[in-house]
């Protein structure tokens, strides 16, 4: 997918547009200056795009497992005319790796003609379980225009290069979320130069991009440098089952934990100085290991999940979402056959616990068609996501406006290459909104789905602008000519899985 998305966003800067460039602090240029120097972007009569602006350090050499370092100023006019890179990161789910370190980049687009009054600002954070993923990926061309908003997608460093731990190590275990808050601090300074509203910034973000939003909730770092926020696919509270029966992992580690995991690393080396020193793909070998964010840190005290709990979250309109059929995109990646109805009670036993994995067995009943995984996959789905998402929804709601949203269109086309048949279909799987919000080369859309696409730019739009998304309803269900109000809880069981 990376591949397509990246290619595409490349031909789109690469239009050409006769003229002397011209910088405007209003937004209205092709040339415009930042607080270290002037970048020139591509400009067409729809939307202006500006790629690869630094906003920090590259983050290599003395500078790889630190905090976020100040760019240098430049001399003369930088060209922005290309997308940001892809940080380091091995292939996953048919994405390309990368090698690449000095990453920390990020991608303007606005609407093309000069803004009458500064505009709304949206902030997107990419997903891929904070080790893959990139901000080319994702084509904003149409939610800026259509909302008359400046869109920024932001880079960041992931897995062992941005979530790396070591005893003594300053940052340990955050250094991609203090990326992504330097990368905000860019936003406040240099937005309104692209006629953004510096006082009227969202910051949205899907699976761990949504993940990213809660920590940027709980951080005593961000204050200020947000007004609303839109969590998509990952709440505060989210966990996968553990490697033992009924075992619940959290995305959040304590620093403690990620120091000790970094200091079991040997790689030939005996200290953090030796490992800073080892080439990329010697430290890719162990990439994956360091996929959680770390708390008891400078940037995230406390876990997002206490946070979101004690109410030690920063007071902003919030949309919280998921989609309905979250774990169809996961189950079989780790059940790749065929799970007849007969071994349904002894897989629930092993992934739940045998005395819940039997009140689940109760609880899903077969649907008939001889494969049991997607009874699985809706367990996992209403355990690990959705009841999550909805806990996530009534505490954030007691402190702050928060509206919600469920994606239910189960025909959407699969954006990940190569994957498996599933029993059922693979439904509304996780990620499966993107192609709604971003474009997507190859990923065809119906019409229906078109215009439930233009329902959700603008409410996201909307959203970004007022803080309303335009529903009334608790949870706003999202599919195809079937947009309206859903009893979230009932139909995702949490009655169930908050008596565990």
Same mark, same amino acid.
């Given at each position: ?7 595409a ?8 547009l ?107 954070i ?26 920024v ?11 790396f ?7 340990s ?17 240099n937005?309104?130069? /692209? ?21 940027? %909730? ?30 619940l992992?959290? /995305? ?30 010697t ?17 995230l ?25 979250e ?27 045998q ?10 009943? %077969?649907?008939?068609?001889?494969d ?69 080369e ?20 909307? /959203? ?37």
């Open positions: 997918m990376a591949g397509k998305l990246t290619v966003v490349a031909a789109a800067m690469t239009l050409a006769a003229g002397v460039p011209q910088a405007g602090a209003d937004g209205g240029g092709r040339v415009v200056q930042t607080d270290k120097g002037a970048v020139s972007g591509t400009v067409t009569s729809d939307y202006r795009l500006f790629g690869s602006i630094p906003y920090a350090a590259a983050p290599v050499g003395p500078n790889r497992w630190r905090d976020p370092r100040p760019v240098s100023l430049w001399r003369g006019v930088r060209d922005a005319s290309k997308p940001s890179p892809v940080c380091a990161q091995t292939p996953q789910l048919g994405e390309r790796g990368s090698d690449v370190e000095d990453c920390l980049y990020l991608n303007v687009v606005t609407p093309a003609k000069k803004a009458e009054r500064p505009r709304p600002v949206m902030v997107w990419h997903g891929g379980g904070f080790v893959n993923g990139n901000a080319a990926q994702y084509d904003a061309r149409r939610l800026a225009t259509r909302n008359d908003a400046v869109v997608t932001v880079n960041y460093r992931l897995g062992v290069f941005g979530f731990g070591y005893p003594g190590l300053a940052g275990g955050a250094f991609g979320i203090s990326d992504q808050q330097a990368a905000l601090r860019w936003v406040r300074r937005v309104g130069a /692209f006629g953004g509203d510096t006082r009227n910034v969202t910051i949205f973000g899907e699976s761990a991009g949504g993940l990213s939003v809660c920590a940027h %909730l709980a951080s005593p770092g961000a204050a200020g440098l947000f007004a609303k926020a839109i969590i998509q696919s990952g709440p505060c509270g989210l966990t996968s089952p553990g490697g033992e029966p009924g075992e992992v959290s /995305f959040w580690k304590p620093r403690a934990e990620v120091e000790q995991q970094g200091a079991r690393l040997r790689l030939g080396c005996a200290d953090v100085e030796c490992l800073r020193s080892l080439p990329v793909a430290l890719l070998r162990v990439h994956g290991e360091f996929a959680s964010p770390a708390f008891g840190t400078g940037v005290p406390v876990s997002p999940l206490v946070a979101q709990n004690t109410g030690r979250v920063h007071r902003v309109p919030t949309l919280v979402g998921s989609t309905h059929d774990m169809t995109m996961y189950v079989p990646l780790f059940v790749p056959d065929p799970l007849p109805d007969s071994a349904f009670p002894a897989k629930a036993a092993a992934v739940f616990g005395e819940l994995g039997a009140r689940v067995v109760a609880r899903y009943p %077969l649907n008939g068609n001889g049991a995984r997607d009874e699985l996959a809706a367990a996992l789905t209403d355990r690990s996501w959705s009841c999550p998402t909805h806990v996530t929804r009534q505490l954030l709601g007691r402190r702050m406006p928060v509206s919600g949203y469920e994606f239910a269109e189960r025909d959407m086309p699969m954006i990940f290459p190569d994957m498996p048949p599933f029993p059922g279909g693979y439904g509304a799987y996780h990620a499966s909104e993107l192609p709604l919000l971003f474009e997507f190859g990923v065809p859309l119906t019409p229906g789905q078109r215009a439930l696409s233009d329902y959700v730019v603008t409410a996201w739009g909307r /959203f970004a602008r007022t803080g309303d998304p335009g529903w009334e309803a608790q949870v706003q269900s999202l599919a195809a000519g079937a947009v309206g109000p859903t009893d979230f809880a009932a139909d995702h069981r949490c009655d169930f899985w908050g008596q565990q």
